[in-house]
T-cell receptor, first 113, second 114 residues
């Protein structure tokens, strides 16, 4: 069964600090991996999309990495801001299952002043 | 403004009373999908559509129906709602037929079934 596991479940950091969120998946054959940011009560917003051949992708202070061999991805947030407080969701799609995506349960990040 | 809209945003109803949640996108996207989000469970896919008149089941389709008669609209129908369908629902669209690209999510519909 295709699965996506994220860690930690929740994280609290001080404003200005960096943090890294983890995503491990078993989805196969791999098509792409997406990171979304979801503010409380709102729809997710895309941060990055990575295919098999991409190791790193950045979007401002957000940098995602992908190791397709170990089936791991990370999302690194640099110089955190209060507005980074949100849930971060890892989503993986398989080539053979067009239309379906497997979502992780998300990591809830709280940035404190 | 490019967007996905959902209506209603909030709905309280009673068991067994048929309801429809509408979803519309103005980006000419091929792919649309419905998800539900429950505390501690993350987003789960209900149904998706890769093109007009083409729909398919996601991971949790029981108790739901959808239709895709035109590209921009993808309504979610609950024929006989039950309390276990109380949830936060999101509609999403994507330019690629398989949804592999970035998905754009609507603002969500919070449904309570009493």
């Amino acid at each position: 069964k295709n699965q996506v596991e994220q860690s930690p479940q929740s994280l609290i950091i001080l404003e200005g600090k960096n943090c890294t969120l983890q995503c491990n998946y078993t989805v196969s054959p791999f098509s792409n991996l997406r990171w979304y940011k979801q503010d409380t009560g709102r729809g997710p917003v895309s941060l990055t999309i990575m295919t098999f051949s991409e190791n790193t992708k950045s979007n401002g202070r957000y940098t995602a990495t992908l190791d397709a061999d170990t089936k791991q991805s990370s999302l690194h947030i640099t110089a955190s801001q209060l507005s980074d407080s949100a849930s971060y969701i890892c989503v993986v799609s398989a080539k053979t299952n067009a239309g379906k995506s497997t979502f992780g349960d998300g990591t809830t990040l709280t940035v404190k002043p | 403004e490019a967007q996905v809209t959902q209506n209603p945003r909030y709905l309280i109803t009673v068991t067994g009373k048929k309801l429809t949640v509408t979803c519309s996108q103005n980006m000419n996207h091929e792919y649309m999908s419905w998800y539900r989000q429950d505390p501690g469970l993350g987003l789960r896919q209900i149904y998706y559509s890769m093109n007009v008149e083409v729909t398919d089941k996601g991971d949790v389709p029981e108790g739901y129906k959808v239709s895709r008669k035109e590209k921009r609209n993808f309504p979610l129908i609950l024929e006989s709602p039950s309390p276990n369908q109380t949830s936060l629902y999101f509609c999403a669209s994507s330019p690629s037929t398989a949804g592999f690209n970035e998905q754009f999510f609507g603002p969500g519909t919070r449904l309570t079934v009493l």
